[in-house]
């Protein structure tokens, strides 16, 4: 194969500096932090997005500055202490991670009873089909690296546990259907 000639100027839409890195759409919103970090890490700062060319609704929004990296997301999760996403799961794609700051103890399974510590470059790789959760345990803010891969990266892949729907629901019904109607699913049909 011939040698690709990528311009400086090209290039510098492939690069994803973290100070210049912008959160969710979705987390800009007037909705308390408490509920929030029910579903979210705290800051959730897409790097790499699906090429607008793929045609899937990717839950991670326009706001990475790399597009297209042969079907993979990459996101940093931002998790003051004793915070982070609770119980879900992905039904089509693996969600790889490795913590780069801090200290994080995931958990896995239908109720999360299983659960591991991570350390700084410390990797975990959740397949598709499995619950997962992760909790900042440092006592000073961490970050995750989030990678998705296989399957299809849209927003019907991620599917929530009836009892996070309840626990939105104990801060206010209005904020469960803010949740869904950005997207999110919850596996209760009373949800």
């Not at 919103?29 to 959730?44: C, F, G, H, S």
């Not at 993979?72 to 089509?92: F, I, K």
């Not at 996070?164 to 919850?186: D, S, W």
Request: glycine share 8%; with cysteine.
């Amino acid at each position: 194969m011939k040698e690709r000639n990528v311009t400086p100027e090209q290039m510098e839409h492939r690069i994803g500096r973290f100070k210049n890195l912008d959160v969710l759409a979705s987390q800009k919103t007037r909705m308390p932090l408490e509920v929030q970090d029910i579903i979210y890490a705290r800051k959730l700062m897409p790097v790499v997005t699906l090429d607008d060319t793929a045609g899937a609704k990717t839950p991670f929004g326009n706001v990475a500055p790399i597009r297209g990296a042969g079907g993979m997301t990459m996101t940093y999760a931002v998790c003051p202490p004793n915070t982070g996403p609770s119980l879900h799961r992905h039904l089509q794609t693996y969600e790889t991670f490795t913590v780069i700051r801090g200290r994080f103890e995931f958990s896995w399974g239908e109720d999360g009873a299983n659960s591991v510590i991570l350390e700084p470059m410390d990797v975990i790789s959740v397949p598709p089909g499995v619950s997962r959760a992760f909790r900042n345990v440092a006592d000073a803010e961490g970050v995750v690296q989030v990678i998705i891969t296989g399957g299809v990266h849209d927003m019907n892949d991620a599917e929530f546990p009836a009892a996070t729907a309840e626990k939105i629901k104990a801060h206010g019904e209005e904020y469960l259907e803010q949740f869904k109607n950005a997207g999110l699913n919850f596996t209760s049909s009373e949800a």
